[in-house]
Each structure stands twice: as structure tokens, then as C-alpha cells.
């Protein structure tokens, strides 16, 4: 039996995404229409489609019939399930702040909902699942994230060069980030407003005159309330804007979100990685449901550092892995050049797609020829190779 499959994955059309970077990708038009991500693996929301001897099958329902072929023994055994899902991300508006909760606390919760009956569709849900979310992201082009709170000096000195928010430095002091955290999050619609109304009047000009960098939480705040369909409304999102680390990530290099951390995607393209699940708790610059109460229980009010990974080289520096301390999964980019040859062997299911360029994959007495945007499913146990007729940029996604 074949253990090489060619895999379809789902566009998912939400509204902060772009309109050309996922279709040019995938090659297909575009239409004008918002493709935010792309969806590779089982997830039921929106399994891929693998390509069998047996006719198309959703991946999800191919591996319940499939389990302990696909994942191999141990991982079957420890997961039930493909630990992961796997995306491309066109970020061309802010995300929602947010944050992940832990294993433990997201059986408790999902467990809490159904047993108060709350449909897994209704907007005020927290829990789709019963899993945690850590996830690694992989720029593919100039990306711009927020990522923990500052460290205390810096926080200190934001508060105190941002006039509008004098009145939060004494707050901070004296109750640190949850005290200051807790008080914007609880404080009502109307002083919101009032607080950040000027702040806005104050910064809008100068966006709208393209004077403010990037590297500045007025850029984003500004860009925030302008790509807004309320004007008016003004979101509480926008203080964690100056509360927080803003990241900015090059081409190849990536970030690790683990449990607790609070952050935000703000523009650009990126390959994402994360456990299977779709558990967000979130924190501001959405029209969705934010639980504040429930939102308070899962940040890590620490400060954060952030830590911009380069990836380790292997295979004679064809491929780069970027490590994480999470079990479900492990990305990691391969670079060929034409008479370069990547040879690896499966402990476990993959999923590959081709970036750039072109390859041939061969999986014993199969082969496949993948093209820029197409994927491929590899059960665990086989060997195979990689090889291409000019050049390809492949990121993989497994479980460690």
C-alpha cells in the first residue's frame, strides 16, 4: 500500500484576511474575495482531502479508519488523532488579541460548557475543544506580531510617554500587570472612550500623513481604529497595543506562542503550526465575544522577552528545524537546490508544501510531482526523497 498521498487543503475567508497572496499561491483566482488561511490537516471545521487508491476522503475519516497505519503506534497511541494543524496565514488586518489556555484547563472548560449545555456554535463559547493551542509561527515575509507584556522598565516608560494614560502609571505600580491589565479590561464602554478619544485625535493625523513607524504602538492603534467599521467604538484592544511587545519577525525566522502568552497577529504572511484545536480566549480588537472574567484566569502577567528563533540546521543544511518544547508537533523548512537530495524516513505522519519552486517526492514505487501552493500526506514507517528540477522551498509538519 502507498504511504505518499497528495493532500487539498481549505481556504478559510475571514475578514482580516487578503485578497491575492493565498490564491497566487495555490494558483487559483482570486476574485477579490478575503482568503485569511489555509487550513492543512484533520481538523473537523475543515479537514483537508487526501487523495487515495480508494477515491478523495477527508483526512479526518481516512485516519479513524487508518489510525495506528497513518501515525504510527506510539503517537496514535498517546494523541487519538493528528496532534496537529498546520496553515498559511495572509494577515492584511489585525487579529484579535488572545490567548491560549493549558491542556489541563481546557478539559475543565470544555467539560464546564457542555455541561451547561452551551452549543459548540454559540458566540459566546470559549471552548471548541478539549485541547491546548500552543503554536509556532514562520515568517514568509516582513511579519508583524505582538507577542507578552513589556518588562517592567519599558512598561513603566511607555505609560509615562503616552500623556493619555498618565493617570495607569500608579495603577502599575501598585498592582502591577494584573491590577493594570484587570482595570482596562473591566473599566465600562464609556470611560474607554474617553481615555482613548484623545489618544486618537492626536495620532490619526499622523498616520493618515504616513509619519508614524511601525516599530511604534501609535502606528498600530492608529491602523486598528482605521480599518474599524466603528469608528466611534473604540476598542479596549488598543491598550495592549502600548502594554505589549511588538515583534517584528523576518523572512524565515520564527515565534513560539506557548500557553498564557498574550498576542496578536498584525500584518503579513506566515506559515503557522499549532496542536489541534481551535481554543482562543480573546482579549480586544474583535466585534467577538471577549470574556473578560475567564480571560483574567489564563494570561501569564509577567513580563515576556521575545524570542526570535533562526531555527537549528540538519541534513547538511537543507533543512531547518525550529524546536519548541511542544509535544504535538515540530515545522521545519527545506531548502533544495537542483542535485540536492533530501532523504528522510517517517516515524510519524507528514504534511509537506511546496512554497516555491518545484519537487519530486518518492515514497518506494510511488512518486509524486508537487508545484509551488500543493501538499502531500506521508504515513508513518516509509522512506523517501526529495528532489527538484530547479529549485523549492518546503515547509514540513510533523509530530516530534
Known sequence: MPKLFALKGKIQNYAWGGTH????????????????EYWLGAHVNAPSVVSTPNGNQNLDSYLKHNITESLGEKVAEKFGRLSFLFKVLDVHDMLSIQVHPTKIEAEKGFKLENELGIPLTAPHRNYKDDNHKPEIM????????LHGFLTEDKLIERLKETPEFADLLSVFKKAGYYGLYKKVMEESSEDTNRILAPLLKRIMPLYLQGKLDKSSPDYWAAKAVDSSEDKNLLDKGIYSIYFFNIVKAEKGEAVFQDAGIPHAYLEGQNMELMANSDNVLRGGLTPKHVDVPELLKHVAFEETIPHVMQGDMQNDGIERIYKTPAPDFELSKIDLKQEQIYQSKTKTAQILIVIEGDAKIVEGDNALKISKGESVFLEAHCKYNISTSSMATIYKATTP
Open 21 to 36: 497572496f493565498i490564491p497566487e499561491l495555490l494558483g487559483i483566482k482570486s476574485n477579490n474575495i478575503k482568503c485569511a
Open 138 to 145: 514562520v515568517a514568509l515575509s516582513e511579519f508583524w506580531l
